[in-house]
């Protein structure tokens, strides 16, 4: 589920949601941006309200930053999360014709993966 947290009723939506279950984990994702940076996980109502007063998400209506519930359950590899990217050509449907790129993309993280609630661990 995701949310667009520019939007008052989308933010008030999500606000109830933590009020009501504090077990949740959201992504918080500022657009237009690569590698991690503006990327932020909350876990409680009060992370959540604190995004309306920190500097970098202001104001809302121009950043629009987006939440998206964080999956905790992911593949690992050696306890570290990974990507991996494949670039295909898909030319035709009928017959099935796709080509393989020989080169691909592998990103490993650079710290053990971790749902600890403390934020320099996660």
Do not use: W
């Not at 279950?21 to 932020?40: A, M, Q």
């Not at 494949?86 to 020989?102: E, G, I, K, R």
């Amino acid at each position: 589920v995701g949310f667009n947290l520019e939007v008052p009723e989308q933010f008030d939506t999500l606000a109830a949601m933590f009020q009501m279950d504090n077990d949740l984990l959201y992504i918080i994702k500022k657009p237009f941006s690569s590698c991690g940076r503006g990327v932020s996980i909350i876990h409680s109502y009060d992370q959540l309200m604190s995004i309306k007063e920190e500097e970098e998400y202001q104001p809302l209506t121009k950043v629009k930053p987006l939440a998206q519930e964080y999956i905790a359950n992911v593949k690992l590899f050696d306890g570290f999360k990974f990507t991996i990217r494949m670039y295909v050509a898909l030319t035709a449907v009928d017959p099935l014709s796709v080509y393989v790129f020989n080169n691909g993309l592998l990103r490993i993280c650079s710290k053990r993966y971790s749902l600890d609630k403390n934020p320099e661990q996660v």
